[in-house]
Structures are given as structure tokens and as C-alpha cells.
């Protein structure tokens, strides 16, 4: 493989390429030391929980049976940041204290045994866990084994479904659930997924909880048209086949569409942030409501009853930072359960009600033995009414969705390390290095307020905070690792700001950069970097040479040559000489020829009008028109060809610039954008998109990933399951699109990945549209109350879209494999020349893998973290669906050897876990249900003969790995 880095005027992420790639700088001057290069890619080349549920409360077999669900929604991050949340800071801006609620909630399940209570935002939960007695611990333990404390979901945050990256879903997922093994063991583990405030619902996300050994999974929102069609329909609850490629039922998950979305029933809120009165059961007092109110409830029970098909529904009871005074809602409830109940002997009622939880109410649905409708796409996108489409959140905040990106990237270099180098990393020459903070940081931004864009400007700040501090000890666990694996101790700089071409070594008085011209120039040269690995690289000046600066302007073009053009050995792209906008694509090894317009577009933000009040704002895209208005008709342009790299540079605008880009060997066009700051003095916000249009015959179809994951087909104002009435034909065809769009006729296909989640479209036939930026004058009244008009850094945003042309047949294998080394990109580590040696037996060293051997190209090591002693974590997946490439065969099984296979540590035993690694695969199983669509068999899961691991199309397995590792000093 070939690591790609500039460390002047670096593009954001840097990348890697089958060839000749690119380190950049400027003209060497004297006096100059050495300096060393590390460029890093650490990725792989190429029976039913019984004891949960026999907790559950009694229930009558002969009547409605409403499960009343005590909960509290507690948003990490949002209006407030973490800790104002968690300590009750700034209740000015809105009242929450989660301190004070698991207190209080606490307090009042032990003042009543029948009490049940369920909690979900392990984030919260962990930090006040640590902050109580022994003896208040050995409690809340004996209620969760009692199962009246009831964790749902368990991650360290309900995530987003659309922004997120799957690998980073299982991170944060894996960090809560073993918080909870670790803490109450089997009794703490969650049945049942929760999701009941993200905006969407993606069919990857319930893959993941399939796989993670989820029963049921539960969620609150959905486009307001498909709820009215399910209530219809009595289909709130059906088996979601959540994988094309995965045998049922191993990615098959039983899901619940909630009532009230997450909220109590009108007119029942009992908390201090309601207004509802209290039950008053007293009939002498003159505020005696106790008839009424129960009259309405069986009225409300039994309407609701009727949307779902058995003699069981289920109330949520609680809302967003709810329950800070528990005993306000217990008390209440207490009330209720009692007077309605009483009905039965009094007036002969056959509606039961009953405290319970999410895991209880599935384990009554599933004993009811019926068969179910099986739905195979998504829920996107959401929207809450007419012209109200949640589709701007898929790109608010682009530049904390790349950082967020690149702090995965981080995050999996510093696992990786420490899993290679073992002790020594996290205790070396350099300190005491640890990536517990970047793994709780990183888990914090899949939040469904974080990484979304859709928390206030503070918050959005606090967010990128946590990230910035939290790289520091990896910082010192990779220069302890580096020193080791290396043999030399050097001063390892780490330089944040490269997209912006910055970077304090590089910028002392002994620049590295010269600048001959008025544009900065760059060192330019090939590197590659093995599997695992890393490779160093020096730079020195040679003495009495002058500095050879290639030209950026623009090279003299003949009278019957006037069209630019850059090519390689792959692809060609030529641009028209009059407007300077690409205008052909061609693929030279397939001989595939595609006329492509690519051109920056906005969209006018809406503000409301008189069809709806509505306005874009940071959950909401709502364009003012259906068609867009062009940056500009033409960019200046010119050109950059050297032996290494060929360029075209367009500026559209003083806030609208790209780089068009090739190096030998790519098989794709690289456009580096950067947009910003977006002007708004017209008193219009505005939604800045990028824009292809070829000629493809795309019959209204496109293709957008899942978090990165599988690929769903989408069709132009379609929805499979229900006929849509369209009232936003453009926000109405947005989706998320996670690291990949393409359309394709069949025959050629047209395919642009993406650097961070973007929401895209393809609003007219052979078009591909991506939004890059957006800012906004207006709030779109769904809770943030502050427009999203970000200034400082976030004004301005550079960013890389990579472009594929292939035949259908064979796309997979370029984009597939292309995406993953976008995500995984090499880290780069600067450092002075010198150095001293890190251990006197071992010779210092230029380059290093950690692999003895190269993995099957269709296999990724997903995850190489430490687990515990002499323990670590090991994921590996298959990169490919279900007959996907029909090139390469690389859509097959694929088998391969995990004996011998790590280079610094020997494995001495192997046990296989579900996909968080909370349960040990072999002990695991999931509630069986009966679809629709005929009996589904129940295949053993696989099982792991010696050290030998077959994987099938878009299978993750997971492994707890006991290791040795080699002593090198």
C-alpha cells in the first residue's frame, strides 16, 4: 500500500493510493536537520437469556395488558454540554441535573417493590456509578437482579443512525455493554436496542444489533405518512431483515414502533418539568380527578390497543431529563396502576396495567407465537409533517463530521499500537499513554446530538474539545509504541492542523518551505507503508543543490489543443477551455467514456411561506426552490502536471475553490473542495452542494451505503413500503450518505465516496448531488432555538470527494476497497533527524508490519485493541455482499489462518464472542420469531476450528485472544 501526506498545505485526512502518491513541502534551505517520517496505516490488508426475563412481572392472559415503561431520556450533549447535563449546570437554558435523577430514582424503586425503572445512557450512568458508596453499589445491584433497574440498549450513547460510521457504532456499543458485564454481569445485560429519539433509522444499525445478540429493538421516530399506514395496518411491530447478504435469521430483528414517540400520554406527565395535576384519589377534595382520569385512561388504552395485535400495548412514561423528582412520577403511578386495576371487580374492565420495561413487554409478544411482516429497507427519510423533512442534519457541521472521522482514524492507530507493543506502550520513555479517554470521547460524538450537528454552538465546541484532549495520551501511547517498534527515541511531533497547512516544526526558523512565488510549494514524493505497519522516510537537503519548484501556473496549450486534461495510466479527465468545468471522465482500462459536468450549486434556505411555516435549520433541510443557483458559470483555472501529480486548481468564488487531482497509479479522480466563509449579507442562508451530471439512464434509481456498510437502492419520490405523497421533492429525496453515492445504467457506474457523512440525492436522472456545507440564518423550532450559523473555524470547510467510472459488473471491487482506505487512512508522525536508541539489542528500523503475512483482500481486520491482561480484541469482517463482484470472485466465503499471523505477539487461545463482545458466541441466543415469508431455518453459528476463520459475505466474527507478546529488549 502507499501512504499519501503533504505537510504543507496537506489536505484534510491525507489518503493512500495504489501508486505514486504525495508528500509535500516546499525548497529546502540550509542550515536544515534531518527529519523523519512515520506514516502509519494500522489496518488489516487485504439459547435465550432466561434468567433476564423470568423477572418480568405477572400479566393477565385475558385482558389488555398495558406495560407501563418508567424512563428517562438523557441527551449527552445537546442544549447543554456533558457535564452541565450531569451536574445540573445552566438550568436557565433548561433544567437537567442526571446526577440528581439516578439519585432520586433510585430512592424511590426501593421505597416500593413493584417499581420498575429502565435507564439507557451509560455515559451518565457509568460517571455516577463511580461517584457512590459501596453500600448505595450493592443496592442498585440488587435491583438490577431483581430486574426492576432494567438497562436498555446499553451503548455509551444512543448513537445516530445516519452520520455514523459503523465501525464506530460497535466502538461505543462495545464500551457500554462491557461497563455493564463488567459491573452486574449477566444480570445487567441489555435484551432489547432502544432507540427512541435518533432522527431516521438506518438497516445497518439494526444489522449491528442483530449481530450484537439483541431480542428486540425499539424506536419512537418515523415519517409521520408510514406511522399512519402502520396504525392502519396494525403493523407497529414486525421482523426487520436487516442484511441482504447475512443467512436469516442472523441479521433479522424484531422491532416496535413506540405510541407517543417516547413521551407520556397527554394529560399523564407527572414530573416537575409538567404541568399536568396530579391523581387525586380523595373524593371529598374539590380537586377529585381520580374518575376522570381513569375513564380516560381505559379510553386511551384500548384506542391505542387497537393499532397493535396482541392483548398487550405499551406506555412510555417519561421524557427528556424526566424524573429528577422520581417519587412526583411514582407516586402518581402508584395512583394509576391502583384505581384503574380496581375497574376489573368494579365495572368488570379487561385492561390490566402494570409497571414493566421494554424487555418485558417483548418477552409477552413473543410467547403470543404470531407471525409477523418482514420489512428489508430503512427508515429514511424522517419527516414529521408535510415540508418538514429531517434530511439537513446528514450534513450540518461538516467540519465536526470530519474530525469526527478522523478521530476514528486515530483512534484505531492507537488501539492497534497498543495491541502490538503490549505494556510498553501504555507505560515507555515518553509516559503513561491511554486510549481510554479517545474511546470514551469518540463515543460520546456518535451521539445523536454530537456527531449529527444538531446540538448549539457550545455544545458543538465542547464536543470537539473532548476529542482534541483526549488525542493527547495516544499521543504519548503511540510515541512509546513508535520507539519500541522502531528502535530509536526521537521527539515525535503530531500535527493537528495539516488540512489547513499548519504544523509547528515545519514552521520554525528553520523553515522547511520556501516560497519562490506567491503560492506555497510543496515537497512531492512516492512513499508506500505495509499492512499494519509503518515506513520512516528522511528528508535532507542535499549540499550545493538548488531547490527545483514545479509550476503552478497554467502551461501554454496549442490553437487545436485548447482543452485541459490530466491524465495517468487509469483514468483521464478533461475539462471544458471555455468554462474550466470538468466535463469527461474516462476509464482507460475498461475503455469507458463518460461525459461528467461537476459544478457547486446552493440552495436558498427556506424561511417559511404559505404553504408551511417550516424553515431549514440544523435538523431541517427545506430549500426556498426546487432548483438551485450555480456559484458561477466558469472557474478560473490552471494547471499543474510534474512527474508525481497532475492538477487542475478552479476558483468559482472568493468562498467556492477545488483541486482537481491525479497521481500515478489511482483508478480514481480526486476533488479536494473548500467552500467557505458562505455568504448570507442577502439575508438568505444558504446549502451548498456539489453536483455531477453525466448521461446515464438511471430510471430514477440511485445507491447510498448504510453507515458505510451494505448498499441500498433508493428511487426518486418512492417509498417501498407506502405510497408517498411528496411535498419536498428535493429535501423529501435526501439520504444519508455515509461514505458512498452512486447511479449506474446497468452497464457503467458512476461512483463518488465521500470523506464524512454528507446527505445526497439524485433529483434527476444520470445526476448525482452531495451537500457540502450549509448556513443558516433561522432555527427550525425543534429544540435547539439558535440558528446554524457557525463561526471561527467552522466557516470554512475542505473536504474530498473521489470519483470512480466502471462497469457495474465489476464497481465493487474499486469502490468497496477504495472506502476503506479513505477511512483508514496513514497517520503521519513528524520528528527531528537523530534520535537515540530505544534498546541496545535490537537495530533500529525503517519499516515495519505487523502482519508475517497479507490477509485475503476481501478481509479487513476490523478491530486489534487490548481487551485486558494478556488479552485482546480481534474483529474481522468480510468487505464484500452477496454477489457484489463479479470480477474477482472476492463476493465469495473466503477462509483464512490466524496461526502465526501477528508479527509481535503469539495467540495462545481463541474464544468467540457476539459482535460487542459482551456474550461468548457459544453461550448466546436470541428470541425466536416467525415471519411471514415462510419458516426460517436456524443454522449453528459458526464455529472456530483450531485457528482457522471462514467468513461469508458482510459477516463480522469477534474474538477475545489470550497472547503472548515477543520480548524485544
Known sequence: ??????????????????????????????????????????????????????????????????????????????????????????????????????????????????????????????????????????????????????????????????????????????????FLEDTFGSDGRPRVAWHIDPFGHSREQASLFAQMGFDGFFFGRLDYQDKNVRKEKRQMEQLWRASASLKPPAADLFTS???????????????????????????????YNAKELVRYFLELATAQ???????????????????????????????????????????RS????????????????????????????????????????????????????????????????????????????NMGPYGSGDSAPLKEAMAVLQHHDAVSGTSRQHVANDYARQLAESWGPCEVLLSNALAQLSGSKKDFVFCHKLNISVCPLTQNAEKVVTVPSSDSQDLLFSASVPALGFSIYSVTRVPGQSPQAYDRHPRSQKPWSRVLVIQNEHIRARFNPDTGLLMEIENLDENLLLPVRQAFYWYNASMGNNLSSQASGAYIFRPERQEPLLVSHWAKTHLVKTDLVQEVHQNFSAWCSQVVRLYPGQRYLELEWTVGPIPTGDSWGKEIISRFDTTLETDGLFYTDSNGREILERRRDYRPTWKLNQTEPVAGNYYPVNSRIYITDGKTQLTVLTDRSQGGSSLGDGSVELMVHR???????????????????GLWVRGRHLVLLDKARTAASGHRLQAEKEVLAPQVVLARGGGVPYCLKVAPRTQFSGLRRELPLSVHLLTLAHWGPETLLLRFEHQFAVGEDAGRNLSSPVTFDLTNLFSTFTITSLRETTLAA????????????????????????????????????????????SVQWEEDC
Not at 385 to 393: D, K, S, V
Request: glycine share 6%.
Open 305 to 347: 390497543g387497537q393499532y397493535y395485535r396482541t392483548n398487550h400495548t405499551v406506555m412510555t412514561m417519561g421524557s427528556d431529563f424526566q424524573y429528577e423528582n422520581a417519587n412526583m412520577w411514582f407516586k402518581n403511578l402508584d395512583k394509576l396502576i391502583q384505581q384503574v386495576n380496581a375497574q376489573q371487580k368494579a365495572n
Open 775 to 793: 448556513r443558516l440564518l433561522v432555527d427550525d423550532a425543534r429544540g435547539v432555538g439558535e440558528p446554524l450559523l457557525e463561526e471561527g473555524s
Open 257 to 287: 414502533v413506540l405510541p407517543n414517540m417516547y413521551n407520556p400520554p397527554t394529560g399523564l406527565c407527572w414530573d416537575t418539568l409538567c404541568a399536568d395535576k396530579p391523581f387525586v384519589e380523595d373524593p371529598r377534595s374539590p380537586e
Open 350 to 425: 379487561r385492561v390490566n396495567v402494570l409497571y414493566s420495561t421494554p424487555a418485558c413487554y417483548l418477552w409477552e409478544l413473543n410467547k403470543a407465537n404470531l407471525t409477523w411482516s418482514v420489512k428489508e429497507d430503512d427508515f429514511f427519510p424522517y419527516a414529521d409533517g408535510p415540508h418538514m423533512f429531517w434530511t439537513g442534519y446528514f450534513s450540518s457541521r461538516p467540519a465536526l463530521k470530519r474530525y469526527e472521522r478522523l478521530s476514528y482514524n486515530f483512534l484505531q492507530v492507537c488501539n492497534q499500537l497498543e495491541a502490538l507493543v503490549g505494556p510498553a506502550a
Open 918 to 961: 459482551n456474550q461468548l458466541q457459544a453461550h448466546s441466543s436470541r428470541l425466536k420469531w416467525t415471519a411471514n415469508t415462510g419458516p426460517t431455518p436456524h443454522p449453528p453459528p459458526s464455529r472456530l476450528v483450531s485457528a482457522t476463520i471462514t467468513l461469508q459475505p458482510m459477516e463480522i466474527r469477534t474474538f477475545l485472544a
Open 1 to 178: 500500500m502507499v501512504a499519501e501526506a503533504r505537510f504543507w498545505g496537506v489536505r484534510a485526512g491525507g489518503g493512500q493510493d495504489e501508486a505514486g502518491s504525495r508528500k509535500r513541502s516546499g525548497a529546502l534551505q540550509p542550515p536544515l536537520p534531518p527529519f523523519s517520517f512515520l506514516f502509519l496505516l494500522l489496518l488489516a490488508a487485504h439459547g435465550v437469556w432466561a434468567a433476564g426475563y423470568q423477572t418480568c412481572p405477572k400479566v393477565e392472559p385475558d385482558m389488555l395488558n398495558v406495560h407501563l415503561v418508567a424512563h428517562t431520556h438523557d441527551d449527552v450533549g445537546w442544549l447543554k454540554t456533558v457535564d452541565q447535563y450531569f451536574y445540573g449546570i445552566q438550568n436557565d437554558v433548561q433544567h437537567a441535573g442526571v446526577q440528581y435523577i439516578l439519585d432520586s430514582v433510585i430512592s424511590s424503586l426501593l421505597m416500593e417493590p413493584t417499581r420498575r425503572f429502565v435507564y439507557v445512557e451509560i455515559a451518565f450512568f457509568s460517571r455516577w456509578w463511580h461517584q457512590q458508596t459501596n453500600a448505595t453499589q450493592e443496592m442498585v445491584r440488587n435491583l438490577v437482579r431483581q430486574g426492576r433497574l432494567e438497562f436498555a440498549n446499553g451503548g455509551w450513547v444512543m448513537n445516530d443512525e445516519a452520520a455514523t460510521h459503523y465501525g464506530a457504532i460497535i466502538d461505543q456499543m462495545t464500551l457500554g455493554l462491557r
